[in-house]
């Protein structure tokens, strides 16, 4: 037996003791663990690759016509795909939860906290792999788009538009995170996900404006996060004023990382 296998979980350094070197390479590591295991179940990228599609098919030719009027269906294209790059991140974050709360069960993350590794480099590497599952998503969301007669301004605004999209999913990640570590089960993640992504979702600007929407419904999207990083998104993808709601998406960002971070490593940390 090795001496790592050996080490017992009371004695491992805690993260302050590893250096900034070593826990990249533990990052990387285990990065590397996460993207084998997705190559072994190839199943396992079957939300990512096929839920971009159902959504924009479903939203495009079922609700465009009643949304944006008969034979607008090119502009709500344009309307809908930022929106659904919005709402991509949510939906794969819950993922996040899901499958760590199943490492848990099967005992894989008693083999990672056995070892004197970092301990935030665990959820740390299942950011990174997770982000790259909303790259392929959202790939596979704007060429739909684009078959579909997405147009954009640039590819300089397009680009960045993604990349607000990764900022404000990875900070929701460490949401789902705290809750894989905290709840029992998978089933209870996503029950509890779709009971706050629901109204997040369909309580905002990603499918339709909110100009038609009563009085109080309009104050909650007004501050509701994925109402600004798809007004953002809109702006950036097709021109407009966007420098507000690029703010408040990364102040929301910034916000959640910064509290969700540190509470999802130390529960990780002192889980029993």
């Not at 016509?65 to 008969?70: L, P, R, Y």
């Not at 994925?226 to 910034?254: F, K, N, Q």
Request: hydrophobic content about 55%; charged content about 10%.
């Amino acid at each position: 037996m090795s001496a790592a296998t050996a080490t017992p979980a009371a004695a491992v350094p805690d993260d302050g003791r590893i250096g900034l070197r070593g826990s990249l390479r533990h990052i990387g590591a285990l990065v590397r663990r996460n993207l084998l295991w997705i190559r072994q179940d190839p199943e396992s990228m079957m939300d990512a690759v096929l839920m971009p599609i159902v959504l924009t098919l479903l939203f495009v030719f079922v609700f465009g016509g009643a949304i944006a009027g008969e034979g607008n269906h090119d502009a709500y294209v344009d309307y809908v795909v930022p929106g659904l790059m919005a709402m991509m991140g949510m939906n794969i974050a819950m993922g996040v939860g899901t499958g760590f709360s199943q490492d848990f069960r099967s005992g894989v993350m008693d083999r990672f906290r056995s070892l004197p590794i970092a301990r935030s480099s665990v959820l740390i590497a299942k950011i990174v792999v997770e982000i790259g599952r909303m790259l392929v998503a959202t790939a596979i969301l704007l060429t739909v788009g684009f078959l579909l007669g997405l147009s954009v301004n640039g590819v300089p605004g397009l680009l960045a538009a993604v990349g607000l999209s990764m900022v404000f999913g990875s900070s929701i990640m460490w949401i789902f995170l705290t809750m894989g570590v905290t709840m029992k089960s998978a089933q209870t993640i996503q029950g509890m996900g779709f009971l706050v992504l629901m109204p997040l979702q369909f309580g905002s600007s990603i499918f339709a404006p909110t100009g038609s929407m009563p009085g109080w419904l309009q104050t909650f999207t007004n501050h509701n996060p994925l109402s600004s990083l798809a007004d953002a998104a809109r702006g950036l993808m097709h021109g407009g004023p966007v420098a507000h709601e690029v703010w408040v998406t990364l102040i929301w960002s910034a916000v959640i990382t910064g509290v969700m971070a540190p509470v999802a490593i130390r529960k990780f940390r002192t889980k029993s």
